[in-house]
T-cell receptor
Framework: KAGVTQTPRYLIKTRGQQVTLSCSPI?????VSWYQQTPGQGLQFLFE???????NKGNFPGRFSGRQFSNSRSEMNVSTLELGDSALYLC?????????????FGPGTRLLVL | GNSVTQMEGPVTLSEEAFLTINCTYT??????LFWYVQYPGEGLQLLLK?????DKGSNKGFEATYRKETTSFHLEKGSVQVSDSAVYFC?????????????FGKGTLLTVNP
């Protein structure tokens, strides 16, 4: 079974631009979560989608948004990029049926904002 | 809110040494507990998990026991190898209505020398 895939793997943008990151979950998984990883703040939860609906949201500004499609693929968008948005963005998928489930992570998209 | 506290790294050991990485948590109710590992340039991989008090998770020689009385989930391995060099994250989910959100510790960098 293929794992979680994320595209692109690396991205360089300039301040003020916007970016869209993509995540394809493991086949059969309906929950997709996004996390931001930085050296200073560590791993922080952005949001979680299940069956095309946002079910949980972290404490990030409205510039960070996401969506999920009917095939469970998910995208996250960051508008008006700031230098502090430079990070590794990780996507994770699971069946979405309970707290005991394992979330399976993709390799991440490394975003550099100049 | 939920929080996870891990011992500060980095931790440097010689091959075949005993490893302990401490992890304590603050959460309401009965969260599930996880250890994830991140190798350089990669996403997170589940190492082990425990979903209720007194459960012991184990994998690849690593073990951790869910201790509700001390709110701890310490990671141990009897004999580390060079290939165990990575960053280890303790995490919880399923507390306070956040079933699908993982709350992570800051991570502990482990380096094992031959």
């Amino acid at each position: 079974k293929a794992g979680v895939t994320q595209t692109p793997r690396y991205l360089i943008k300039t301040r003020g631009q916007q970016v869209t990151l993509s995540c394809s979950p493991i086949s059969g998984h309906r929950s997709v979560s996004w996390y931001q990883q930085t050296p200073g703040q560590g791993l922080q939860f952005l949001f979680e989608y299940f069956s095309e609906t946002q079910r949980n949201k972290g404490n990030f500004p409205g510039r960070f948004s996401g969506r999920q499609f009917s095939n469970s693929r998910s995208e996250m968008n960051v508008s008006t990029l700031e230098l502090g948005d430079s990070a590794l963005y990780l996507c994770a998928s699971s069946l979405g049926q309970g707290k005991q489930e394992t979330q399976y992570f993709g390799p991440g998209t490394r975003l550099l904002v100049l | 809110g939920n929080s996870v506290t891990q011992m500060e790294g980095p931790v440097t050991l010689s091959e075949e040494a005993f490893l302990t990485i401490n992890c304590t948590y603050t959460a309401t109710g009965y969260p599930s507990l996880f250890w994830y590992v991140q190798y350089p340039g990669e996403g997170l991989q589940l190492l082990l998990k425990a979903t209720k008090a007194d459960d012991k998770g184990s994998n690849k020689g690593f073990e951790a026991t869910y201790r509700k009385e001390t709110t701890s989930f310490h990671l141990e391995k009897g004999s580390v190898q060079v290939s165990d060099s990575a960053v280890y994250f303790c995490a919880l989910s399923g507390s306070g209505g956040s079933n699908y959100k993982l709350t992570f510790g800051k991570g502990t960098l482990l380096t094992v020398n031959p």
